[in-house]
Each structure stands twice: as structure tokens, then as C-alpha cells.
């Protein structure tokens, strides 16, 4: 075939001018031995159809069940990781359901027994306090015997 044909068949294929019959011929040209030297760039670009149908599709890899494998593997962790969250949320909610009820204790509905439980309260709490006013007892003790020692100094200065 003449060379110029061909370079005009190259050109209008890329373009995206060229029809499957003139793709065809550029084929079985560059399929050929007998090549131009100036089109050789281009017979990688042809020779590539020639090959790619000899590769076999992903149904026929060896790889596939590995993949499928990996695939249910995903589904199944995705499955747990959900259960786990929402038993977490669940335990979370019982705990603050519980610790709601546990918030109600200083309420009573009979006023003698509320009155006992304040008074026993209020004595627990004055014996806190007079353990405290009994710790200040020895502060007073040693701010009086800091007073002894450090005024004269400071008087006499």
C-alpha cells in the first residue's frame, strides 16, 4: 500500500475521523513485516489490539476467588464492627437509664423519715466540721509561737 495513504489514514484516525474498515487496514499494515521506518512510532500503538485480545478476562484469573474471598472477609468484619457499636451504645444508655434511678435517693415521701435522715446528716457533717475547727487550734498554737520568736527581731530592727 502506498505510504501517503497510509500517513493519510494515521492522521484521520487521530483525529477520530477514521471509519472501522480504515482502522482495520491500519492494522493488518502495521501486523505486516514490511513497515516504513518513519511509522515505526506508531506500530505500538496498532500492535497493542493485536495482543490485547489475547488477554483472558478477570472470570477466568486465578486471583478471582481471592478477591471474592477478601470481599465476604470485608462483609463480615463490617458486620461485627456494626454489632459491636451498637451494643456499645446499648450498654451506654442501660448505664445512664440506672444511674438516673441512682440520682433519685435524698427523696422520701414520708416527712418523719426525712426529718431523721437530715439530722443524721447534719451530725455527720458537724463532725467534719470540729475535726477542721481542731486543726486550727494548732495553727492559732504555732502563729502565736512565730509571733514570739520573729516580733522582737523586727522591733528592734
Known sequence: MELSKIKQLINKYLEGQSSLDEETILRNYFASEVIDDTLQEYQLIFNYYTTAKDIKSLKEHP????????????TWISIAASI?????????????????????????????VALRETQK???????HVNTG?????????????????????????
Open 84 to 112: 459491636i457499636v451498637f451494643l456499645g451504645a446499648g450498654t451506654y444508655l442501660f448505664l445512664q437509664i440506672n444511674n438516673n434511678n441512682a440520682d433519685n435517693l435524698g427523696t422520701y415521701d414520708d416527712p418523719e
Open 121 to 127: 446528716a447534719l451530725a455527720l457533717l458537724s463532725n
Open 133 to 157: 475547727v481542731e486543726g486550727m487550734r494548732y495553727m492559732q498554737e504555732f502563729e502565736n509561737s512565730k509571733n514570739k520568736i520573729f516580733n522582737p527581731i523586727t522591733k528592734n530592727k
Open 63 to 74: 486471583a478471582l476467588p481471592l478477591i471474592q474471598t477478601n470481599k465476604k472477609i470485608r
